[in-house]
């Protein structure tokens, strides 16, 4: 079964760092680009960010670049998202998703494989 | 960035109604378009991807159409499990980029 499974919840205060997980399993896990979302509570979902497992290429939404930082280890099948200075405004759930399909050229950029999400919590 | 505007926010029917959503982008993304349902704390799950293709293991009941920058996806008959929200995704152009999402509620 093809899987993303997500790093628990996390309580963290402003300023500290944080780094989550999402790891693949079921498929090559560097064929296919990871994908990471933010949905802030009762809104809608924004993109952050997306890794390519294989070569290591990563692209930002200008909205979250230099925000945060994505990256991947293939070794072991697993993508990371990471903050250096959390603020209370990164409250969210944290989604990882997986492109429907990838060729060696590109992706389909729908997603069907997602993460059940993890829940970050800033608070002083 | 590539505006993705959904209509209506939400909407009120009846189990076997038939429910149409909308979604408008800024400009032309081609078939580029998906939509997602999601339930109160579960992740998005893809239903239609290219505008119009049923996500394998979908039901029929959900369908979508368009092109260009108006886009559909319709319930033919609305069951207790589709109460949720809905949202498109434009995947022509980074960023890609939501509408805020349309809420499925019960009449």
């Known amino acids: 079964e093809v899987q993303l499974v997500q790093s628990g919840a996390e309580v963290k205060k402003p300023g500290e760092s944080l780094k989550i997980s999402c790891q693949g399993s079921?498929?090559?896990?560097?064929?296919?680009?990871i994908a990471w979302f933010r949905q802030m509570p009762g809104k809608g979902l924004e993109w952050m960010g997306v890794?390519?497992?294989?070569?290591?290429?990563?692209r930002y939404s200008p909205s979250f670049q230099g925000q945060v930082t994505i990256s991947a280890d293939k070794t072991t099948s697993t993508a990371y998202l990471q903050w250096s200075s959390l603020e209370t405004s990164d409250r969210a759930m944290y989604y990882c998703?997986?492109?429907?399909?990838?060729?060696?050229?590109?992706?389909?950029?729908?997603?069907?494989?997602w993460g059940r999400g993890t829940l970050v919590t800033v608070a002083s | 960035d590539i505006q993705m505007t959904q209509s209506p926010s939400s909407v009120s029917a009846s189990v076997g109604d038939r429910v149409t959503i909308t979604c408008r982008a800024s400009?032309?993304?081609?078939?580029?378009l998906a939509w997602y349902q999601q339930k109160p704390g579960e992740a998005p799950k893809l239903l239609i991807y290219?505008?119009?293709r049923l996500q394998s293991g979908v039901v029929s009941r959900f369908s979508g159409s368009g092109s260009g920058t108006d886009f559909t996806l319709t319930i033919s008959s609305l069951q207790p499990e589709d109460f949720a929200t809905y949202f498109c995704?434009?995947?022509?152009?980074?960023?890609?980029?939501f509408g805020q999402g349309t809420k499925v509620e019960i009449k």
């Open positions: 998703a997986r492109p429907r399909s990838c060729n060696s050229d590109s992706c389909w950029w729908f997603f069907d494989v």
């Open positions: 079921g498929y090559n896990f560097t064929t296919y680009w």
């Open positions: 890794t390519s497992p294989g070569d290591s290429e990563t």
């Open positions: 400009q032309s993304i081609n078939r580029w």
């Open positions: 290219a505008a119009s």
């Open positions: 995704q434009q995947a022509n152009s980074l960023p890609w980029t």
